[in-house]
């Protein structure tokens, strides 16, 4: 995995062509995406979230931490590179200059002496194990995203985004969250996928969850696309004076022709699969349009035979919604 150093800017995908990652992100940093670098904060808060939640073992960390001092020591963070630094000059580690900790034919990367010596340090210093450990996970959330990013700035984001999705929770309460592609996000950043599909996508995957697709109607999904989970939410950022583009955004989609021409780009795409229903919309991610209607279908049949009814009547209602092009 490459990855950058503490100067570098860059938050990028290193294989767009690898199997599609997830950012698992609170809908509440929708607010945030127009703003500027707003993605690449998001971005940030959602690998800095997924590395706090990988394990680790010390010996690791410890290797880790010596691996990268011999062969990228100017890209560690400062604090820990200042750490190492200071152990070496008072004599606590060892530093092999001639092989770099690599022995054997094949040149594994093992470095004994400088672990324990690491490790050591560990014991005694909690601060500088927390550092280290902060970086590793880092690395490895890096590495399984499929993404080269900066230490540094995305825990700078990350503290940012985080102040902010906390005190929206303390006003709001729990916020809905939602597992967004990374390679959309990506799009979104570089402007290859408009931002109101953006949202419309995230919205989406907010509703649905866990399951394969879920009924909702215009206006709650109008609600996530801004970032809001409840009502309460909404008035609040439509009352905020310094969000305009919230409230034109919401202005617009709340006329029937904008939404609907909003849900052609949507299936023209292939962002979400969107059919009508008698009241409402159903949606879906992961079904086709075929998919979703048989999908549908089968969850009338059962609905309507729990609650003692004709299925065939249902259906039929539902089919009525399909053939018109707005729902009633």
């Known amino acids: ?10 938050l990028n995908m290193e294989n767009p062509v690898a199997k599609s990652k997830y950012f698992f992100i609170p809908i509440c940093f929708l607010q945030k995406i127009d ?109 399984v995203l499929n993404i080269t990013a900066n230490y540094s700035r995305c825990y700078q984001e990350y503290n940012t985004l ?47 969850g866990r399951r394969n697709f879920n009924s909702t109607s215009s206006n709650v999904l109008i609600m996530r696309m801004l970032g809001a989970k409840s009502k309460k939410a909404l008035e609040a950022i439509l ?23 909003l849900l052609e780009s949507v299936n023209g795409r292939s962002i979400a699969t969107v059919i009508p229903a008698t009241r409402g919309y159903y949606i879906s991610i992961s079904f086709s349009l075929e998919q979703l209607t048989e999908a549908v279908k089968r969850n009338i049949a059962k609905r309507s035979l729990a609650r003692n009814r004709m299925a065939g009547y249902d259906i039929r209602e539902f089919e009525k919604s399909l053939s018109s092009l707005t729902p009633k």
């Open 1 to 10: 995995m490459n990855w950058h150093g503490k100067n570098s800017m860059i």
């Open 35 to 143: 703003q500027k670098d707003g993605l690449n904060s998001l971005m940030s808060w959602a690998i800095i979230d997924f590395s706090s939640k990988i394990s680790f073992d010390l010996e690791e960390v410890a290797r880790q931490t010596i691996y990268s001092y011999y062969r990228h020591a100017k890209n560690l963070p400062e604090d820990i590179f200042h750490n190492i630094e200071l152990l070496v000059n008072e004599g606590k580690l060892n530093i092999d200059e001639e092989y770099c900790g690599f022995i054997g034919s094949k040149y594994s990367f093992d470095p004994v002496e400088e672990i324990k010596q690491i490790l050591d340090e560990f014991h005694s210093d909690e601060e500088f194990q927390a550092a280290c450990v902060c970086f590793y996970r880092f690395r490895q959330a890096c590495g």
């Open 162 to 208: 985080e102040r902010f999705r906390w005190t929206n929770e303390e006003q709001m309460g729990k916020d809905a969250y939602a597992s967004v592609r990374t390679d959309l996000v990506f799009d979104a950043r570089e402007g290859k996928l408009p931002s109101e599909l953006f949202r419309f996508y995230v919205a989406c995957k907010s509703i649905i």
């Open 239 to 261: 009352e905020d004076s310094n969000n305009t583009g919230a409230k034109e955004l919401f202005q617009k989609l709340s006329k029937r022709y904008q939404f609907n021409k």
